[in-house]
């Protein structure tokens, strides 16, 4: 890698915005954002501003931005922060424009296409060195300097202390797993327990009963991951319990805030809909498949239980009732 790295940040939301401001603010770094919103990139480029996003932050005065994906042609590291729906798709209509060695990283978190990882998916399109960023992260305290902790999922530690290594003198902290595959399905398993919990605060509010479905949920996630061929031991990383605690026990969490919603009967498909909520996108998929893997009904009752409200007439005041006689045999 160059001695000033080249980074490219796809994507100029809120954590594409966040993570850029905060690499752009370390010396030897070029750090551009690129983005389809030309008013996004004005602001970024001639205020120093994303009014969009982050109307009150004064970004660093060395982050660019851009409509123009030439600038992959250049990029050491290409980090991809958009939805996770669109991640494989604008991959494959730019991997011509990749340079021979550039990294991607996948910041995204959902499936890609044949409900295969985005990693798969990314490594198969482009045969580019492809690795995975997942942690206890809001964007919204990583542009205010704020410590954030990530997992790098790779294939090997040299590519682990490449992305590392420009994150030296930064307010973001890491740690490792070469189980990429437990990495990115925890990223998607967070999101739907979180609606779990969020259910389940909004008819109790109760920190009894809070931890209660917070350590069902837990156990539920690492059968899941284990059946998926995941490693137990990456639980315990970042990506892990920390992500899971982070989306499902804050309010800045949108899947939470979808289970609180659903919980106190405001629920309309109309209001899922108009964000992007890898949750619930994820349930249905989920379901599906480890159906088809043979996975026992009984081993993700939960999540069961929630692909049920979400695809069909479910008594929600039931809910947690139903969660409190399920128990898991050993």
Same mark, same amino acid.
Not at 40 to 57: A, C, K
Not at 175 to 198: M, Q
Not at 220 to 234: D, F, K, N, P, S
């Given at each position: 890698?160059?001695? *000033? ?7 100029? !939301?809120?954590? !594409?915005?966040?993570?850029? *401001? %905060?690499?752009?603010?370390?010396? &030897? ?7 389809? #919103?030309?008013?996004?990139? #004005?602001?970024?480029?001639?205020? *120093? ?23 992959? #042609? ?13 991640? @494989?798709?604008?991959? +494959? !209509?730019?991997? /011509? ?8 990283? $996948? ?37 205010? +300097? ?14 682990? +202390? ?37 259910? @389940?605060?909004? +008819?109790?509010?109760?920190? /009894? ?22 490693? #137990? ?11 899971? &605690? ?8 949108? $899947? ?14 109309? %209001?899922?809909?108009? @964000?992007?909520?890898? &949750?619930?996108?994820?349930? =249905? ?18 999540? =069961?239980?929630?692909?049920? @409200?979400? $695809? ?13 006689? *399920?128990?898991?045999?050993?």
């Amino acid at each position: 890698m160059n001695e *000033h790295p080249v980074i490219c940040i796809a994507g100029a !939301g809120t954590l !594409g915005t966040a993570l850029g *401001h %905060i690499l752009a603010a370390r010396p &030897g770094l070029d750090v551009t954002l690129l983005s389809i #919103e030309e008013s996004v990139v #004005e602001d970024i480029n001639l205020r *120093h501003i994303n009014s969009t996003y982050f109307p009150m932050i004064r970004l660093a005065p060395a982050l660019k931005a851009t409509t123009d994906s030439s600038i992959l #042609e250049k990029a050491d590291i290409l980090f991809v922060a958009i939805p996770s729906v669109a991640v @494989v798709s604008y991959i +494959h !209509g730019v991997k /011509n424009l990749l340079r021979p060695g550039v990294l991607i990283v $996948n910041l995204a978190k959902g499936f890609g296409k044949d409900n295969k990882t985005i990693v798969e998916n990314l490594l198969e399109a482009t045969g580019c060195a492809v690795c995975t960023m997942k942690g206890p992260t809001f964007a919204r305290e990583l542009i205010n +300097h704020i410590p954030t902790a990530m997992t790098v999922g790779a294939a090997d530690e040299a590519i682990y +202390h490449r992305v590392n290594r420009i994150f030296s003198e930064t307010t973001i902290y890491t740690d490792f797993s070469t189980d990429i595959k437990g990495v990115e399905t925890l990223s998607i398993l967070k999101n739907i327990y979180a609606i779990l919990i969020g259910i @389940v605060d909004a +008819h109790f509010d109760s920190p /009894n009963l809070r931890f209660l479905a917070f350590t069902k949920a837990f156990d539920e996630m690492r059968r899941v991951l284990l059946y998926y061929g995941g490693r #137990e031991e990456t639980l315990f990383k970042y990506c892990g319990i920390g992500d899971f &605690g982070l989306t499902a026990l804050n309010d800045l969490s949108r $899947n939470r805030t979808l289970g609180l919603l659903i919980g106190k009967g405001y629920f309309t498909s109309g %209001i899922s809909d108009k @964000v992007v909520l890898e &949750g619930k996108i994820s349930v =249905n998929i989920f379901v599906k498949e480890l159906q088809r893997l043979g996975m026992p009904e009984k081993d993700y009752f939960l999540m =069961n239980e929630l692909n049920k @409200v979400f $695809n069909g007439s479910y008594k929600i005041s039931l809910f947690v009732s139903r969660l409190l006689d *399920h128990s898991y045999p050993e």
